[in-house]
């Protein structure tokens, strides 16, 4: 859409919103052009949608008539194949559509765009698509800007020269876009910080929030941002200063450290990305999308071998990505020494990380209390836990490496939890409410109410 906005031809872009659209959705009108367009998928559609879905509402009953159920993965391949024909009855000539779903834009000349809101305004509704003017946006051009306002007076749609939001990014001129990206920054550096208070009781949950959850938006943000690299320097600050801090329960890392908490796991780091890797997403994803934009721009139905082009171009790309990253990791072992380089293998071992990627369920036992994660990264990256004693049974000094082979060890209460742990797991087969009593978590710094019991 950025492209097609740029393009000299273009006077103005039109972004239409839907009201509800989802929900409005005529279903019978869908069902007869989906058994015709993609008549593979229509039976699961007419045995899903065929019959109306009951709402039980304060005690009546609603029948759901309309539209799609939120949640449903079907949901979206139904609107999309429902609007298609939508989409092909309102081209106008001179206008470029594109369609995500419900949110249609369209760019061109400002006669063009007119007769194309006058379409959508018109067959829309017998499709169940009803065009909202009060929340659409026309993004003009500064100088057609009273051109527009004379097309479009009596359409209650709004106009602006600014630029607006599109799909996750901004349209228009350079100023807008960037006061976009500095908003997103400061509210992804406000949310690491509040996951920075969290990890001070939950690291593990945390970490799984920050690993599976924010870097996908950022990562997304950096595919449709050329220029978001330029404003991250406060989101890196958070990370090693708080959120780190917080994971790890120690001091934030230096430079080597950070470097090897950037990489993935399965190369013996924390997948902790530094925000100015994301300085390369935007150049992959417009070679990505190549082959599907330049059909977009042209508006041309026939794929072709587009999508053969498009996994082609993944496969090449992800081939480069792990080239760099290999690159990155053979220069930085190139520094590490001693104990750290030791640990740094075992960390690539097969296997070694997969409790770090791993969702943490409780209830699959997967999941780590503050102490176990701390200890776990400490045994990841060779620190001494906290509150190791200083002194072992046999009378040495005690360390990690030596309660794995003192010979007078013991660990009486692993022996113990060990036949606990399988005496209640027996009870559990045979009795009801079996629970082992939990080991009280030590306190760095929370604050508990009053009457919170011990």
């Known amino acids: 859409m950025r492209d097609i906005f740029q393009n000299v031809d273009t006077e103005a872009v039109l972004l239409v919103d839907a009201t509800n659209a989802f929900n409005n959705m005529n279903r019978q009108v869908a069902f007869a052009n989906i058994s015709i367009s993609c008549p593979a998928i229509f039976p699961v559609l007419a045995n899903t949608y065929r019959q109306p879905s009951q709402l039980f509402v304060g005690g009546e009953t609603l029948l759901s008539k309309e539209g799609t159920t939120q949640g449903d993965p079907l949901a979206m391949p139904m609107y999309a194949l429902a609007t298609v024909p939508l989409l092909k009855k309102t081209q106008t000539e001179g206008t470029k559509q594109v369609w995500y779903a419900d949110d249609a834009a369209g760019g061109g000349p400002l006669p063009s765009l007119r007769q194309w809101w006058k379409n959508l305004s018109e067959l829309g509704p017998s499709f169940g698509y009803f065009p909202n003017a009060t929340k659409s946006w026309l993004i003009v051009k500064e100088e057609h800007v009273e051109t527009a306002q004379n097309l479009f007076k009596d359409t209650n749609v709004c106009l602006t020269i600014d630029g607006r939001k599109y799909l996750g990014t901004a349209l228009r001129n350079e100023k807008f876009c960037n006061d976009f990206l500095k908003d997103k920054v400061r509210l992804w550096t406000q949310e690491i910080e509040n996951l920075a208070k969290i990890a001070q009781s939950q690291p593990h949950a945390a970490y799984s929030a920050f690993t599976h959850c924010l870097i996908g938006k950022w990562t997304y943000s950096a595919k449709t941002s050329c220029n978001l690299g330029d404003f991250l320097q406060p989101l890196e600050s958070a990370i090693q200063h708080k959120l780190s801090l917080a994971l790890t329960g120690r001091a934030p890392p230096g430079k080597t450290m950070r470097d090897i908490f950037a990489l993935p796991c399965r190369n013996g780091g924390l997948g902790i990305i530094h925000p100015k890797l994301l300085r390369q997403e935007y150049a992959f994803s417009q070679r990505i999308t190549q082959p599907l934009s330049r059909l977009i721009t042209t508006q ?65 036992g997967f999941h780590l209390t503050k102490s176990e994660f701390h200890d776990a990264i400490c045994l990841r990256y060779g620190w001494r836990p906290s509150k190791l004693p200083e002194w072992g049974s046999c009378g040495k000094n005690f360390s990690v490496d030596h309660a794995l082979c003192c010979p007078t060890g013991g660990f009486p209460t692993i022996r113990h939890n060990e036949l606990r742990d399988t005496f209640g797991d027996l009870l559990h087969d045979i009795c009801h409410d079996v629970e082992i009593e939990p080991s009280l978590q030590p306190l760095t710094g929370e604050v508990l109410p009053q009457k919170c019991n011990s």
């Open 300 to 364: 041309e139905e026939d794929l072709g071998d587009a999508l053969e082009q498009q996994a082609s171009l993944k496969a090449f790309i992800r081939k480069e990505k792990n080239d760099l990253i290999r690159t990155c990791l053979v220069q930085m072992e190139e520094s590490l020494t001693g104990n750290v380089n030791r640990v740094h293998e075992l960390a690539k071992k097969k296997g070694a990380s997969s409790w770090l990627t791993t969702m943490p369920i409780e209830e699959h």
